[in-house]
Structure formats: structure tokens, C-alpha cells
Nanobody, 122 residues
Framework: QVQLVESGGGLVQAGGSLRLSCAAS????????MGWFRQAPGKEREFVAT????????LYADSVKGRFTISRDNAKHTVYLQMNSLKPEDTAVYYC???????????????WGQGTQVTVSS
């Protein structure tokens, strides 16, 4: 069993930056790939980025490529999402989750955190 707690969200102006953290409990953390998703009001939860268990492989949604960076520190049981050049359309609740399959949709992930709100003002 893995429990995830996201933090680091907040209100930022367009063009600004935020770093989200996802702290995991459970010794199996370093065995799993991890992912970030987001959900804007009235929209479905969408994939943002994923990272392999070792951190050597990453994948991003086209909408955030070149602006967001996912990373992890297995010693700290934490996954990060560095978000730069933020846009109002990045406004959403951001969630982290454990990757349980090779599908980068919500069905490929489990043990969701409670989410952290990111609001980007124009």
C-alpha cells in the first residue's frame, strides 16, 4: 500500500513558476513509476507527466513539454513537478499517482493523492 500527499500548489501570475511535491509512504516507492495528472473544473483528469522508477525515463503531455519537468528522489520518497512559464490554462488540481500499467491514462495509475490546487492568473 502506498499513500501519497501532494503539496506546493498556490496562486501565481502567468509566466511564473511553482514546484509541486508528492511525498509517498511505503518502502515500495522506489519500485514504481510515478505520474502527475491534473483536473480543471468541468473537465476530465488528464495526464501531465510520468517518470520511471529509476528516474531515467520521462514522458510529458504535449501541452506542458518544454515547460514542466518531473523528477524524483527515491531516498526522500518524493516526486516533484517543476512548472515554469505557467499559463492560465494550467489552472487545475494536480494529482500524483503510482503507475501500475503502461497506459498513461487514469486507468494506468492507482493510489491517488488528494491533490493540490494550482491557479494561474492572467
Amino acid at each position: 500500500q502506498v499513500q501519497l500527499v501532494e503539496s506546493g500548489g498556490g496562486l501565481v501570475q502567468a509566466g511564473g513558476s511553482l514546484r509541486l511535491s508528492c511525498a509517498a509512504s511505503g518502502r515500495a516507492f522506489s519500485s514504481y513509476g510515478m505520474g502527475w495528472f491534473r483536473q480543471a473544473p468541468g473537465k476530465e483528469r488528464e495526464f501531465v507527466a510520468t517518470i520511471s522508477w529509476s528516474g531515467s525515463n520521462t514522458l510529458y503531455a504535449d501541452s506542458v513539454k518544454g515547460r514542466f519537468t518531473i523528477s524524483r528522489d527515491n531516498a526522500k520518497h518524493t516526486v516533484y513537478l517543476q512548472m515554469n512559464s505557467l499559463k492560465p490554462e494550467d489552472t487545475a488540481v494536480y494529482y500524483c499517482a503510482v503507475r501500475i500499467s503502461r497506459v498513461d491514462t487514469t486507468t494506468g495509475y492507482a493510489y491517488w493523492g488528494q491533490g493540490t490546487q494550482v491557479t494561474v492568473s492572467s
